[in-house]
């Protein structure tokens, strides 16, 4: 039984670029959450996913966007990067009907140029 | 009110030792508390949970305590090792609020041989 995948592992961008982030699921999973993780902080909620809809969303711009596919699978998207925006990006899953236990995937690391 | 805060930031003791950290919370609404475990360079790994209808679970060597009346929980690492030496979160979340996870800053814990 496969945990949370996400791709790529490390990314590098110069600023005012776009990138976009994957994940897949812990298998029998529906509901993904991205946060975002600054060197030396614990992780910031940016949103969360559920039957293809963003169901909440953190204190984070619209730079930042995301989409669920019907398998599960998300994207976290950002445009225009700012430096600040260099980060660990981490998506966990969950499925929503019975645990609110997030089992987290290994991050995919950004760097801003 | 959203807020996590957790302390010490960094933490050294002997194999064999107990570290301690603590976390504090403000919003009531939240009723599901776990900890994670955080090596370098990997996605946070969930150690053990509690809700607030207890006041203490153990898992292994790790135990919280809870004391709803004062909004604080704790981890505690009984008989420590090297291999525990890792970054530890603490994170609350409300079932009311879709289980979004609001992270403490983190404890860097060293467990010297």
């Known amino acids: 039984d496969a945990g949370v995948t996400q791709s790529p592992t490390h990314l590098i961008k110069t600023r005012g670029q776009q990138v976009t982030l994957r994940c897949s699921p812990k298998?029998?999973?529906?509901?993904v959450s991205w946060y975002q993780q600054a060197l030396g902080q614990g992780p910031q909620f940016i949103f969360q996913?559920?039957?293809?809809?963003?169901?909440q969303r953190g204190n984070f711009p619209d730079r930042f966007s995301g989409h669920q596919y019907p398998n599960y699978s998300s994207e976290l998207n950002v445009n225009a990067l700012l430096l600040g925006d260099s980060a660990l990006y981490l998506c966990?899953?969950?499925?929503?009907?019975?645990?609110?236990?997030?089992?987290f995937g290994p991050g995919t690391r950004l760097t801003v140029l | 009110q959203q807020q996590v805060k957790q302390s010490p930031q960094s933490l050294i003791v002997q194999k064999g030792g107990i570290p301690i950290i603590n976390c504090a919370y403000e919003?009531?609404?939240?009723?599901?508390f776990p900890w994670y475990q955080q090596f370098p360079g990997k996605g946070p790994a969930l150690l053990i949970a509690?809700?607030?209808?207890?006041s203490e679970k153990k898992e292994g060597r790790f135990t919280i305590s809870f004391n709803k009346s004062a909004k604080q929980f704790s981890l505690h690492i009984m008989d420590s090792q090297p291999g525990d030496s890792a970054t530890y979160f603490c994170?609350?979340?409300?079932?009311?609020?879709?289980?979004?996870?609001?992270f403490g800053g983190g404890t860097r814990v060293l467990v010297k041989p």
């Open positions: 298998s029998g999973h529906d509901t």
């Open positions: 966990a899953s969950s499925w929503d009907r019975t645990t609110d236990t997030q089992y």
């Open positions: 994170a609350a979340s409300s079932g009311a609020a879709g289980n979004k996870l609001t």
């Open positions: 996913y559920y039957e293809e809809e963003e169901r």
């Open positions: 509690i809700r607030p209808d207890v």
């Open positions: 919003n009531t609404a939240f009723d599901y």
